[in-house]
């Protein structure tokens, strides 16, 4: 038991530099997937709110 829980240990403590790099590669992954996200956010709600004062417009001009 005290073998394999200190292999596993070694192993964590060897691979340290590995795993981080593949922490700090998921994460900007992540981070970049995100932007993404609140950019296209940010574009659909500017163009529904563009579009929607453009209809109230031509329903003012309708009415007049």
Not at 15 to 22: H, K
Request: with cysteine; glycine share 12%; charged share 10%.
């Amino acid at each position: 038991m005290t073998e394999s829980l200190r292999g596993v240990i070694d192993g964590l403590a060897n691979n340290l530099q590995r795993m981080m790099t593949y922490v700090a590669v998921a994460a900007t992954g992540f981070g970049a997937r995100y932007i993404g996200a609140l950019i296209a956010a940010r574009i659909a709600t500017s163009t529904l709110s563009g579009s929607l004062l453009l209809l109230r417009g031509f329903g003012n001009a309708l009415r007049c």
